[in-house]
Each structure stands twice: as C-alpha cells, then as structure tokens.
C-alpha cells in the first residue's frame, strides 16, 4: 500500500527531526546569540546602576530587565522545585510575577556596589547542550570577578536560566531559599506566593 | 619540633580521608552543633555592626570607607607571608612570586599594608591557605564545620587554619611583642572585612529563610570554585523536567 508507505515514513521522519531537536539542543541557538544576548544585558544592567535614579525606580527597572533577557518561567518554575509538577497553571503564573519582583529586590540592591565596573564577555563553552557565557566585572583597583550566564532559547527566544557569580549557582541558593519557604508554610503555594510578594 | 608538628598532623590526616567525591551539599553530619555556632557567631556579628553603624536602615549606596579599608589591607599584609609558604607547598612558584612581589611593594610604598599599591598595578594576589594545600595533596573535605568566630569551614580547612598558625613565617621574623601586635591587626583586618561586605552578608545569608543553609551553601561553593573543583553535578536544567 503506497498511501500507508508514504505517511509511514513521513512519520519516521517527523519522528527523526524530533529526535535531533531534542538531541541538539544548542544546535537552535548559535554562540553570536547567546554572546549577543549577555552583551545587551550587561550594557543595559550598566546603565541602570549608573543612571542614578532612586533605588525604587532601579528595581523596578531591574524587574524588567530580567522578564526581557531571563527566562522567568522556566526559574521560577526550577526554584520551586518538584511541587511545581503539581501546581495549577494559574498558581505557576503568579508565583512567577512574585518570584520576579523578590528577585530583583534582592539582588538590585547588591548591584549598587557595581557603579561603574567594567563587564566584558571572556568566552563561550557548551554545557550538556547549553551556551554557557563566561564573563568578568572589574571595579577599579580590585580583583576581576567571574559570572557565568547559562543561555537558552527552549522558550521560543535566547533567555539565560542560570547565574553562577565566583562559584555561587544562583539557582541552587533560590531553590534553598524556596524551598524553605515552602515547607515553613506546610507546602501552600499560594500562601508562598503572597509572602514573597513583600519579601527579598 | 615545631616544624615537623604540621607534617606529622597532615600524615595523619592523609591517612585517615582518602578522599571522595564532594557530595553537592556537602556532609553535615554536626549539623545541630553547627546550627548553635552558628547563631552564637551571628548574634556577635550584629553586635558588632550595630556598635560601629548605629543607624543601618538607610538605603544609600555603600560607600568607600577608607579607614575601614587601611585596615582591612593591613591584615591582609600580614597575612601574605603564610600564602607565600603555602603556595611553595603547592608547587606553585607562579604563585609564590606574584604574592612575594605584592608584599615587598605593600610593605614599603604601601606603608607597611596600609595601601594597596600592588593592587593598582594589578598584582592583587592570589589567596591561599594550608587547607588548599590539603587540598592540593588529596585531602578531600571532609564534614562540614561552623568554627568560633571564623564560621562556616570544612575539616579539612579547619585543619589547615591550626597549621597554617605554625607554619606563619611571622613567628620567626617578629619578636614575641611584635607578634601580639599583628595577630591584633590581623584580628582588625578580619572584622574590617566582614563589615566591607555586610550589605552581601544581610542580603545572601541573614535576611534569608534559612540564614545556617543558606551559608553552607555559599560557603562551599565558593570555596570549591576557589579550589578548582569542577561541580558538574550543580549544573541544573530547568528543562529537563518538562
């Protein structure tokens, strides 16, 4: 039968593509991407510390910045942990938003010290299928730091999903830190979500 | 005598851990014991913060203190020999030269430390200690420990800290007085630097649900990114559950 060989093998090769897609991962996005996506990010975290605006309006600025250039679902969803697997649709949306604003309270505050580093992207290498970024910040008269971005595009645009600053991966010390969250309120999602709004 | 103490002490240590992959979180197995060092050190660090800054709830940028900061480079100085004799125990003469180079510059144009100089010309030294060294012949890490004073450590860098007051060349140059002096200094370099970075304090550690976790974790991978540890395992994929 022609017809059922036909839709056979279109399926097979449905199925192969499939196959490389998931295989690949890093093959979608290209290393010029993920540079170019650490370069915008840097450049404009950068001008939001030296504008000198008030720390409010830099916060808020910060959150922005991260739903534009950080995949916030995809951490949000990571730091929560395996009760994500269980939660509502609804539920991951708003504890996304809140998870947003508690981080860029928490860590805009700590970017202050950074008024007028210099940030430069030192290389690229692949981990297990991702672009990892490598770059350092240097403030006058100290030692270069290094921070790492893990890159990816799994969400439709390249985003990073994970920062590791001198060693510290970011992602582990938010999955602690909600992790505790989470038990200290016997597992309620929802009364985590309105704690962390005011929270960071 | 003296000298052969260290050497003795780390055959015994090396004896007793061959040792084993680093577990991510590391093996706390004192950990109800850690927990109560552990509060016990924070409540001495807020005593502290809030003797020297009396109104912290402001939110203006930290600013340069640089008197905090002379002191701070002082005991960083005197520290700076010790590195030397660690990185020779390394095998890392790179090492060696670059911090030997960086205290003879800080010692003389820098005022006895009080200046970074070195800094400027970008020598800023590479840190090192008797637990690296540890490290570096084989030792793994060991449980992890919350010390008096100096918080969160590792066996293996608890170790290291006894040894590395043994092996101090200080203890040869200085006379009795002398030494007294620059433990002090060094003690006052130790709480300038933990006040330099009390804004990273409060917001990683102590303004956290867990501060005790929170600081393990911060302590461990800093310190094993410091060490060359590769933490494969830590790398997460957040989508790979879905």
Known sequence: MPISDLSRRRLLLAGSCALMASALPAQALTQAQARQLVDAAMAEVQSIIDSGASEARMIARFEDLFDRYGDVPAISRSALGPPARGASAGQLSSFAAAFRGYMARKYGRQFRRFAGAAADVQGLREVQGYWEVISTMTLRGEAPFEVRWHVSDRSGQPRFFNLIIEGVNLLAAERQEIGTLLERRGGDIDRMTQDLQSAG | ?242
Do not use: K
């Open chain 2, 1 to 242: 005598m003296i000298r052969a103490t260290p050497l003795l002490l780390t055959c015994a240590l090396l004896a007793a851990c061959a040792a084993p992959p680093p577990a991510p979180m590391g093996s706390d197995p004192h950990e109800a014991a850690n927990r109560a060092q552990f509060e016990a050190n924070l409540r001495l660090v807020s005593r502290f913060q809030s003797a020297e800054e009396p109104d912290q709830a402001t939110s203006e940028p930290p600013r340069a203190n640089p008197l905090r900061r002379a002191v701070s480079n002082i005991g960083e100085n005197l520290g700076t020999p010790r590195r030397v004799v660690n990185d020779l125990l390394q095998l890392r003469p790179d090492h060696a030269f670059e911090n030997t180079l960086r205290f003879a510059i800080n010692s003389t144009v820098g005022l006895g430390g009080l200046f970074d100089p070195a800094g400027a010309l970008g020598l800023h030294g590479r840190d090192t200690d008797f637990g690296e060294t540890l490290h570096r012949w084989g030792v793994g890490e060991g449980d992890y420990l919350v010390l008096p004073l100096l918080g969160p450590s590792t066996e293996r860098d608890a170790l290291g800290r006894v040894v590395d007051l043994a092996l101090d060349p200080l203890r040869f140059a200085l006379t009795p007085d002398e030494q007294i002096a620059a433990t002090v200094l060094r003690g006052a370099g130790y709480l300038a630097q933990v006040a330099e970075a009390s804004d990273l304090l409060d917001a990683n550690v102590i303004d956290t649900a867990d501060p005790y976790a929170q600081a393990r974790l911060l302590y461990l991978q800093t310190r094993r990114y410091h060490l060359g540890i590769a933490d494969a395992e830590e790398f997460i994929d957040p989508y790979a559950d879905f």
